[in-house]
């Protein structure tokens, strides 16, 4: 069964919103186009060249990765470099390229973390630093009678929710005016005349990534011609969104325990750790896949042990001894990130296949 690009790419960001990707990143549709039929997708951390070249020999038109392979603009086109040649034989073998990178390293649901954290046996999971600047408040003035079905429709498109509550408003009853001018064909009232309505405001909440799907259901149900609204920034954080995530291990561990438990449930060969100055158990595990030193002082306020990859030396020293710090590695870290995406795809798209790389693209290789 052929889909189109665009299926697979509204199935992963209905999980990852490419809103969520950071400023420095290159998520999306990086060779290919929308329209483009797509019958299997060969799934990876890195898409290099041996990866496009192994989509080529299994007929797979569509490479996801998690990292993107062009972060910056290409001046040149010259095979100079693994990028420039990756690029150029995805081109010429008409073989799309996508990459969901921070986007999904910033949800709490089915993102590159839970995946971990599911490996490790984590409970009660969220996340440990919330990103700002993700929620927004909708004022909304309606006339009485067509209310209920307005924030239906707002409520459809994803808006209310806060936390576990679904369908959360606040409205407040009052008189609205108005004055149709020439040119208006108004709902209620002839031009020239002034109007005075019982209106209802509603307001309600809503995440950013859900602005263009709120707002398209608030004009499509609402009655006037000409819809009064605000929309306002909030500065509160949405608890499913942000870096990081932090969770409780069903039992407690000692700290021996623990490490063997994480060598083992993320199948590594080894790993890079800096002890706690006490010997108490580890109950509460902070994670962060990729590169996480950034976090340690977060993890350090409210975990026993933080995983997480690319920890410079010095960064060893900012746990004060407090804190388990466990630098397992980035690929390491990450692998199983496309076990994650076979997962969203096969729910929303039962028949489309999906197979996972064999190429390893781990640039670090361990000398024993």
């Known amino acids: 069964m052929a889909f189109k690009i665009r299926d697979i790419v509204n199935a992963l960001e209905a999980v990852a919103p490419s809103s969520l990707q950071e400023a420095y990143d290159n998520s999306g549709l990086l060779v290919g186009q929308m329209d483009q039929e797509v019958q299997q997708a060969l799934l990876c951390l890195d898409c290099t060249e041996e990866v496009v070249q192994e989509a080529i020999d299994k007929h797979c038109q569509l490479v996801i990765a998690h990292h993107p392979i062009v972060f910056s603009g290409l001046?040149?086109?010259?095979?100079?470099n693994y990028v420039q040649r990756c690029i150029e034989l995805a081109i010429r073998n008409k073989v799309a390229i996508y990459a969901i990178h921070t986007n999904l390293d910033n949800v709490l649901q089915g993102g590159v973390n839970a995946k971990i954290a599911e490996r490790l046996g984590l409970v009660n999971g969220r996340i440990l630093q919330p990103m700002p600047g993700q929620m927004l408040r909708l004022d909304v003035y309606v006339p009485k009678e067509n209310a209920d079905?307005?924030?239906?429709?707002?409520f459809d498109a994803g808006a209310g929710q806060v936390g576990a509550y679904s369908e959360c408003r606040f409205?407040?009853?009052?008189s609205g005016s108005f004055t149709p001018g020439e040119g208006s064909d108004p709902y209620l009232g002839s031009q020239g005349v002034r109007e005075f309505v019982a209106e209802r405001q509603v307001s309600v909440v809503l995440p950013a990534s859900l602005r263009s799907a709120v707002l398209?259901?608030?004009?499509?149900?609402h009655p006037y011609e000409e819809v009064a609204h605000h929309l306002w920034a909030l500065d509160n954080a949405?608890?499913?969104?942000?870096?990081?995530?932090?969770?409780?291990?069903?039992q407690a561990m000692s700290e021996s325990e623990f490490l063997a438990h994480l060598k083992s449930s993320m199948d590594l060969h080894n790993f890079r750790y800096t002890p706690r100055k006490h010997n108490g158990p580890?109950?509460?595990?902070?994670?962060?896949?990729g590169a996480g030193s950034f976090l340690i002082k977060k993890a350090r306020a409210c975990a026993d042990a933080y995983v997480t990859a690319d920890v410079k030396y010095h960064e060893f020293f900012d746990t004060e001894k407090e804190l388990l710090l466990c630098d397992i590695g980035h690929f390491?870290?990450?692998?199983?990130?496309?076990?994650?995406?076979?997962?969203?795809?096969?729910?929303?798209?039962?028949?489309?296949?999906?197979?996972f790389t064999q190429t390893n693209t781990n640039p670090v290789r361990y000398y024993l």
Do not use: W
């Open 282 to 289: 580890i109950k509460t595990v902070a994670l962060c896949g």
């Open 216 to 221: 398209s259901a608030m004009y499509k149900h």
């Open 238 to 250: 949405h608890p499913d969104f942000g870096a990081g995530l932090v969770g409780e291990l069903p």
């Open 75 to 80: 001046k040149r086109f010259n095979s100079s």
């Open 332 to 355: 390491e870290s990450e692998r199983f990130t496309q076990e994650r995406l076979a997962e969203i795809l096969s729910h929303k798209f039962p028949n489309f296949a999906t197979l």
């Open 171 to 174: 409205a407040i009853d009052g």
């Open 149 to 154: 079905e307005l924030e239906s429709a707002l």
